[in-house]
């Protein structure tokens, strides 16, 4: 059973800006404390025979240098890796190329904070339409599997997940973390109008709702 407020309310969510080498980029970043020590949650992390047990199957070769695979979704190669409290990676996925910077900090002995920030070029079309939500629903979704792992459930898988996100407890989740999103969206200076709009249609894209007329 998941607590879905309490699990929304745990989440830190920004939306910024960064300046690449190409060019400005758009910032997607998410954290949560989890009660593990930071070696443990960098293992779970890290350590290709768990993050199945939360995440979904993944391949490759988890180094520094080496490439991943994420079943049905990104992969990538890894740029940068200091065990236990970074690494960043690109992440590949139809045809684009974003990345992804993954820090841990130890908050105590028995508590550690996650937080994930994604990167990536605007799109022109997908950005306006879409807004944050569009990554930021899924690294939701991931944080809540983290969550459940880390507190030893056994119940935790990518199949169970999906089944999930389908019932009425998993659509109030998905639209939460859209009005979430769109509440950091808002906090960084888009306009309220469109950020709401960019959130209705995440909520309908992902939840099977009805989408706004515009």
Not at 34 to 45: H, K, Q, T
Not at 107 to 124: N, P
Not at 127 to 151: E, K, N
Not at 187 to 209: L, M, P, Q, V, W
């Amino acid at each position: 059973m998941v607590d879905v407020d309490r699990q929304i309310s745990s989440v830190r969510r920004r939306v910024g800006t960064r300046l690449l080498e190409a060019g400005e980029a758009v910032s997607v970043s998410i954290s949560q404390a989890y009660d593990a020590p930071i070696d443990d949650l960098w293992d779970a992390c890290t350590n290709i025979e768990r993050i199945p047990r939360w995440l979904m199957p993944i391949t490759g070769d988890l180094r520094l240098g080496g490439t991943y695979q994420l079943e049905g979704n990104a992969g990538g190669t890894i740029t940068a890796c200091t065990p236990p409290s970074a690494f960043d990676a690109t992440w590949e996925y139809g045809g684009d190329v974003s990345w992804i910077e993954v820090r841990l900090t130890a908050e105590s002995e028995q508590r550690t904070r996650l937080r994930i920030e994604h990167i990536a070029h605007v799109d022109d079309e997908q950005w306006p339409r879409f807004g944050p939500g569009a990554v930021g629903i899924g690294w939701d979704s991931m944080v809540l599997g983290l969550a459940l792992h880390v507190a030893g459930s056994t119940e935790v898988t990518p199949d169970k997940g999906m089944e999930w996100m389908a019932t009425d407890e998993g659509r109030r989740f998905l639209t939460l973390s859209a009005e979430s999103w769109r509440d950091a969206h808002v906090a960084s200076g888009a306009d309220k109008a469109g950020a709401e709009a960019a959130s209705a249609r995440c909520i309908a894209a992902y939840t099977g709702a009805p989408p706004p007329e515009n």
